[in-house]
Nanobody
Framework: QVRLVESGGGLVQTGGSLRLSCAAS????????WGWYRQAPGKQRELVAA???????NYADSVKGRFTISRDNAENTVYLQMNSLKPEDTAVYSC??????????????WGQGTQVTVSS
């Protein structure tokens, strides 16, 4: 089984920065793709950023130029560097990992979520 553990959320002022991390553990052969999602109160969950095994990335329009997703394949970890934060970035952020286990089985797992609050 794959387990994802996130860290790095918190409270920051407008214009500030935060870095989220999500580490995968288990009998992992490869993380095929990672995604960061967020859900604000009363809103649907949305994809913020994603990165493939080859390093290709895509971002929501609302975060382009401010957020950067990166991955460390050796550590099975994904990061989300968030700069120039705005109050509208306030949400619970969750990572999503598409993993292939050493057995060849493929699993998609979610982290527990971490709160990001941007004060105005």
């Amino acid at each position: 089984q794959v387990r994802l553990v996130e860290s790095g959320g918190g409270l920051v002022q407008t214009g500030g920065s935060l870095r989220l991390s999500c580490a995968a553990s288990g009998s992992i052969f490869r993380i095929n793709a990672w995604g960061w999602y967020r859900q604000a109160p009363g809103k649907q969950r949305e994809l913020v950023a994603a990165i493939t095994s080859t390093g290709s990335t895509n971002y929501a329009d609302s975060v382009k130029g401010r957020f950067t997703i990166s991955r460390d394949n050796a550590e099975n970890t994904v990061y989300l560097q968030m700069n120039s934060l705005k109050p509208e970035d306030t949400a619970v952020y969750s990572c999503n990992g598409d993993a292939t286990l050493r057995t060849g089985v493929r699993q998609i797992r979610w982290g527990q979520g971490t709160q990001v609050t941007v004060s105005s």
